[in-house]
């Protein structure tokens, strides 16, 4: 069984390439949750991702690959096509030599990483800006998600501490996006997914791309930041806001930590089969029983 279905993976692989493929190996990089391989072609070193959990398909690649012949280094894939014998999406990227920040930052002084953060800030606002010549084949309002995924709950009867609070605070206060603007973002945007080459900075791992709120792409760095990435996080927002943070920016990310909330939950759920809630006490006491939208690992610190 696993030899057929690794001569079918071999196969769709090599679908994604117009040159000869001289061979293919398995690739123990990352997660769990995505096939990754090798591919060795006449044009190079490729990793290839095999992937069912994301969103990048519809006209995203092509975005992506947009985005990057703008100037902007995001690293898109040189070839994509969903597998029907797999079912999975293929995507295959060029090798890039290189380590992220998560890699490097065992190496980096104090106040270096905040310094990366800052310059990664500046990168994402210039992301945030570009402006597609694609139609968005599909927009995921903030709104609509949370609802997406409350309902999700809902039936799989997943529940988890001070969450009608949480949805109280989430409706009394969703009218602050109305007329936000949309754009294409990353959603996934943090050290592990920055590599620093001999090039510059590369944005990696982008397979969560959605059109939607650009702040979107502050969620996974402000809903329970973890101590290591905190630095990071400053920085980031330094380099996106060189003027500070307006109020609007924390009223709306102080959502986006409860639309975080049941996010995570449904992934997980969807993924192992069982209720996997990222700590909603930590979320609630964080921002001290939802009566105070700076986060209090951030404040006094911007």
Request: proline residues 6%; charged residues 25%.
């Amino acid at each position: 069984m696993q030899a057929e279905l690794e001569k079918t993976i071999h196969q769709e692989i090599r679908k994604l390439f117009h040159c000869k493929v001289e061979s293919i190996e398995k690739a123990d990089l990352g997660t769990y949750m995505d096939l990754k391989y090798f591919a060795y072609t006449e044009e190079g070193k490729f990793l290839v991702k095999l992937t069912t959990k994301y969103n990048l398909k519809g006209n995203l690649p092509d975005v992506a690959r947009e985005i990057q012949s703008s100037g902007i280094p995001l690293h898109a894939a040189v070839a994509s096509r969903y597998s029907p014998a797999l079912k999975r999406h293929c995507n295959a990227y060029a090798w890039l030599e290189g380590k992220t920040l998560s890699q490097l930052r065992p190496e980096m002084k104090p106040g270096e990483m905040a310094s990366w953060g800052t310059e990664c800030g500046k990168l994402l606002k210039r992301l945030h800006a570009f402006q597609s010549q694609y139609r968005p084949e599909r927009i995921r309002y903030p709104q609509s998600e949370y609802r997406h995924y409350r309902f999700y709950c809902w039936l799989k009867k997943v529940d988890f501490p001070h969450k009608r609070e949480f949805d109280s605070y989430f409706r009394k206060h969703a009218h602050v996006w109305k007329g936000r603007p949309v754009c294409f973002a990353h959603m996934d945007f943090q050290p592990k997914n920055i590599m620093v080459c001999p090039d510059g900075l590369h944005i990696i791992d982008f397979e969560s791309c959605m059109f939607t709120d650009p702040w979107m792409d502050f969620m996974c760095n402000l809903y329970l930041c973890p101590p290591e990435n905190e630095e990071f996080t400053i920085g980031l927002l330094r380099g996106y806001f060189p003027e500070g943070a307006p109020e609007e920016f924390y009223r709306i990310t102080s959502l986006m930590g409860v639309l975080a909330l049941y996010r995570y939950a449904m992934w997980k759920y969807q993924k192992n089969g069982e209720m996997a809630i990222q700590n909603p006490n930590a979320l609630y006491e964080l921002y001290d029983g939802l009566t105070n939208v700076v986060p209090a690992n951030l404040r006094g610190k911007l």
